[in-house]
């Protein structure tokens, strides 16, 4: 793993997905090393692109004061850190950039009016729940499985999945805005309705469907074949006919919508 400090020029950067007018990733690269990861097309756009994802990390060790610049003139909006990397991978430890980020937030006269949304695979959020209570955040962890030895298997480098769940309860329990993020639906891995009656007090969930783009499925067809060869031919059936892994996985939210009254925000396609 290289790992690289660098500075950065901006840090709210407009976001393409519906209801987000801003990202921040305050790192380059992602440490947990998801097999279904589809933010490697980073790697083309940051001069990585001979690397392997989750073999670099570029840490923007300037991101918290870029940002105290730019909450004095950028537009108040909604912000999700992070879109294309984990903001509590493990370096965040060391770094503690989206610590000072938040803290930038807090400091600043406009921060408040910034609706902030975070999304982790880590149990290092905990440390920060002082100051995301203070902001008033979302907190959103993302589970595909309850099982330890898949998420283990799936996403080697991040908080096995029931840490992530103990996570999630101790910020609802807290008082913080709080969601799962059940992404991405494995057919015949991901047990939808228990993720759903386990996570039923939560305020809302978001459903996703796994990117079948060919460099995603270049790295779980292997992983599938030799972790879940019971699994894997239910699996690739849906691989092969995306419509139709989309419009069942929605009904079926639908479904466990009505019978926990968990509030599903989106059936996430790609
Ligand atoms: S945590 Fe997110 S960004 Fe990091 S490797 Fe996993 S899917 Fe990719």
Not at 74 to 93: A, F, H, I, M, N
Not at 197 to 209: R, T
Not at 221 to 230: G, N
Request: glycine fraction near 6%.
């Amino acid at each position: 793993m290289e790992v690289k400090e660098i500075e950065c020029k901006s840090c709210l950067t407009p976001c393409g997905i519906e209801g987000i007018d801003y990202a921040i990733n305050p790192y380059i690269g992602c440490q947990h090393s998801c097999n279904y990861c589809y933010a490697d097309f980073m790697k083309r756009f940051t001069g990585h692109s001979g690397e392997d994802w989750g073999q670099f990390v570029d840490v923007r060790t300037n991101i918290a004061e870029v940002l105290a610049k730019e909450l004095e003139k950028k537009k108040p909006g909604s912000v999700w850190l992070s879109s294309v990397t984990d903001c509590y991978q493990p370096l965040e430890r060391k770094f503690q950039l989206t610590k000072g980020i938040l803290e930038a937030f807090a400091a600043s006269k406009n921060g408040r009016k910034f609706e902030l949304q975070i999304l982790t695979k880590s149990s290092l959020v905990e440390r920060d729940f002082g100051v995301l209570k203070e902001l008033n955040a979302e907190v959103g962890l993302t589970v595909n499985t309850l099982q330890d030895k898949c998420s283990k298997a799936i996403e080697p480098f991040a908080s096995p999945a029931s840490e992530r769940i103990r996570v999630l309860k101790k910020a609802k329990k807290s008082g913080l805005k709080t969601y799962a993020f059940f992404g991405p639906v494995l057919p015949g891995i991901t047990d939808l309705e228990a993720l759903f009656s386990e996570m039923q007090d939560l305020d809302f969930v978001f459903v996703e469907m796994l990117n079948t783009k060919p460099t995603v499925l270049a790295r779980m067809i292997p992983l599938m074949k030799k972790e879940f060869p019971e699994e894997f031919r239910q699996w690739n059936e849906l691989m092969g006919n995306p419509e139709q892994y989309y419009e069942s996985l929605k009904k079926e939210a639908t479904r466990l919508e009505k019978q926990f009254g968990l509030k599903v925000k989106a059936v996430i396609k790609h």
